[in-house]
C-alpha cells in the first residue's frame, strides 16, 4: 500500500457502493475505499469475478467489500440491490463507475452497439443515482455520488462517440443534480481520469498498440507517464470523505494536465486502414465474448 495523505480511518462508518467493481478501475477505487475504513459494495453482472474481487480485497486490506450482481440497466434489478444494502442501513456514498466503451470508427455503429454503451453508462448511472438520491431523500439523510467519467465532456472524441455523448450526460447530471438536491445536503461530483491502464479496458480502447492514439499513450501527457491508482484512489477517498461538504457539482480531471495539452482523444486513429480496424473489430468481439461468458444476470 503507498503511504497517502489520509488516516486509515478516514472512511469510517462509511458504507459506499462501486458500480462495475469487479474489475479495472472500479476495483481499485474500491480497494481505496477498503483500506481506509468503509464497508464497501461492489456491483455489476458477473457474479463470479465479483466474488473473488471482494474476498481478494477484504483479505488485502482488512476491511469488508461485498459482492452484489446487479444489472443497471434494469431498475428493478438497481431496487432489489438496494433493498438488500439499505436492510444493513442507509449507503453514505455511491461510485458510478461501471462503463462500456470500445473504439469503432461511427460508420461503421450498429444501434445494437450504440445501445450497449449508452444503456450502460448513461441509463444505468441516473438509474442508480435516482434510486439512491430518493432514499436519501425519504430518510432525511445526506449522501455522495462521484461519477466516474472522462476529460471527453469537454473536448468530445472520435471513434468512441457513444461513449463521449453518454459520459457528458452524466457531466451535465452532476451539475443539475447538485443543484437540484444541495438542500437536501446530497452531493454529486465526478473525476475525469486520464489514461490509467487497466486490462479490460485497454483491450478494447488500444486493440492494436502499434496503432495507438494520443488517449493512450504516456508521452503525450505533459507528466510524460500513465496515472498512478493511488492518486485515483486519493482523489475518490476525498471526495467521500468529512470535510468537503462544500464542494459539490464539480467534475475534476485527474490527467497530468492531458487534455490541456492534446491530443487527449482517439483523432489519432483517422488514418487507420480498413484492414487495421477489421482487426481491431477482432480483438475487441474477443474481449467482449469473454466478459459475456462469465455474466450471471444481464
Given at each position: 500500500m503507498t503511504a497517502g495523505p489520509f488516516r486509515a480511518d478516514a472512511l469510517a462508518a462509511k458504507r459506499i457502493l462501486v458500480t462495475g467493481g469487479g474489475s479495472g478501475l472500479g476495483a481499485e477505487i474500491a480497494r481505496g475505499f477498503a483500506q481506509h475504513g468503509a464497508t464497501v459494495y461492489i456491483c455489476g453482472r458477473r457474479q463470479g469475478l465479483l466474488s473473488e474481487t471482494a474476498a481478494r480485497l477484504s483479505q488485502e486490506t482488512g476491511g469488508r467489500v461485498v459482492a452484489l450482481a446487479c444489472d443497471l440497466r434494469n431498475p428493478q434489478s438497481i431496487d432489489e440491490m438496494f433493498a438488500a444494502i439499505w436492510a444493513e442501513g442507509p449507503l453514505t456514498g455511491l461510485v458510478n463507475n461501471a462503463a462500456a466503451n470500445f473504439v469503432a470508427p461511427t460508420k461503421s455503429l450498429s444501434p445494437r452497439g450504440y445501445e450497449a454503451v449508452r444503456s450502460t453508462v448513461m441509463d444505468g448511472s441516473f438509474y442508480v443515482t435516482l434510486a439512491a438520491g430518493k432514499r436519501w431523500i425519504a430518510d432525511g439523510v445526506t449522501g455522495s455520488v462521484v461519477s466516474n467519467?472522462?476529460?471527453?465532456?469537454?473536448?468530445?472524441?472520435?471513434?468512441?462517440?457513444?461513449?463521449?455523448?453518454?459520459?457528458?450526460?452524466?457531466?451535465?447530471?452532476?451539475?443539475?443534480l447538485a443543484v437540484e438536491w444541495g438542500p437536501y445536503g446530497i452531493r454529486l461530483n465526478a473525476v475525469a481520469p486520464g489514461?490509467?491502464?487497466?486490462?479490460g479496458a485497454w483491450e478494447k480502447l488500444n486493440p492494436i498498440p502499434e496503432t495507438s492514439a494520443g488517449a493512450t499513450q504516456a508521452d503525450q501527457v505533459p507528466m510524460r507517464r500513465f496515472g498512478k491508482m493511488h492518486e485515483l484512489q486519493n482523489l475518490m477517498i476525498f471526495l467521500m470523505s468529512d470535510g468537503c461538504e462544500y464542494l459539490t457539482g464539480q467534475t475534476i480531471a485527474i490527467d497530468g494536465a492531458h487534455h490541456l495539452a492534446a491530443p487527449s482523444t482517439f483523432a489519432g486513429l483517422s488514418d487507420l486502414t480498413d484492414e487495421q480496424w477489421a482487426a481491431a473489430r477482432e480483438r475487441i468481439k474477443a474481449a467482449s465474448d469473454r466478459d459475456k461468458q462469465q455474466r450471471t444476470v444481464g
Open positions: 467519467l472522462v476529460t471527453w465532456v469537454w473536448t468530445g472524441s472520435p471513434f468512441v462517440v457513444p461513449a463521449a455523448m453518454a459520459k457528458t450526460a452524466i457531466h451535465a447530471m452532476t451539475m443539475s489514461p490509467f491502464p487497466t486490462e
